[in-house]
């Protein structure tokens, strides 16, 4: 299946909010309830940011929210801080037991 | 504390194959999918298949179909990701990640590096 599309990158100064836009197909992002967010710093591991479109783990900030309309889900993060700046990846269940990430977006904090 | 941790940085050859491990600790090993997914350098995360470590089944992306194989030994707490016929553009960084029912990745390792050259 062919990856979810995610922009390249997006910028906010610090205090603003910035979305962050996953576009998927009927057969994943629109299909199921099941995109996840995940935050990604340089040479690290990703981390779980929203799960099941808009659920967040416990630990994570409430600046961070999910939505989704038909096939796009969305990352929104508001009042910006410096730490915020990372690459972001949407995940969506796919059907027969598949997943598919988006491409990435590098955020960067002006 | 709940925790995979991953084997070491490996160097193949082309053509060669790569035997990745994945140790689990700190949760019932047998309660969760185990899920393996890449990222070559400076590029983006690629699922690349997933384990039921309760009962063995496996399922694989299509791009590695044929070239990945994904096991696991319970008495171990340990997931294993094989890639067979390495090439170049396999040099990644490969994680393994714990999957809850709902398809989301709740913990993962820390990552280990598989470098492809001759």
């Known amino acids: 299946q062919s990856a979810l599309t995610q922009p390249a990158s997006v910028s906010g100064s610090p205090g603003q909010s910035i979305t962050i836009s996953c576009t998927g197909t009927?057969?994943?992002?629109?299909?199921?309830?099941?995109v996840s967010w995940y935050q990604q710093h340089p040479g690290k591991a990703p981390k779980l940011m929203i799960y099941?479109?808009?659920r967040r783990p416990s630990g994570v900030s409430n600046r961070f929210s999910g939505s989704k309309s038909d096939n796009t889900a969305s990352l929104t993060i508001s009042g910006l801080q410096a730490e915020d700046e990372a690459d972001y990846y949407c995940?969506?269940?796919?059907?027969?037991?598949?997943?598919?990430f988006g491409g990435g977006t590098k955020l960067t904090v002006l | 504390q709940v925790q995979f941790v991953q084997s070491g940085a490996e160097v193949s050859k082309p053509g060669a194959s790569v035997k990745v491990s994945c140790k689990a600790s700190?949760?019932?090993?047998?309660?969760?999918?185990i899920h393996w997914v890449r990222q070559a350098p400076g590029q983006g995360l690629e699922w690349m298949g997933w384990?039921?470590?309760?009962?063995?089944?496996?399922r694989y992306s299509q791009k590695f179909q044929g070239r990945v194989t994904i096991s696991s030994d319970t008495s171990a707490s340990t997931a294993y990701m094989e890639l067979t016929s390495l090439r170049s553009e396999d040099t990644a960084v490969y994680y393994c990640?714990?999957?809850?029912?709902?398809?989301?990745?709740?913990?993962w390792g820390q990552g280990t590096l598989v470098t492809v050259s001759s």
């Open positions: 990640a714990k999957c809850s029912s709902s398809w989301f990745f709740d913990l």
């Open positions: 700190g949760y019932t090993f047998t309660t969760s999918a």
């Open positions: 384990i039921n470590v309760d009962n063995g089944n496996t």
């Open positions: 009927s057969s994943d992002v629109g299909a199921y309830n099941l």
């Open positions: 099941e479109d808009n």
């Open positions: 995940c969506s269940y796919a059907g027969v037991s598949t997943a598919v």
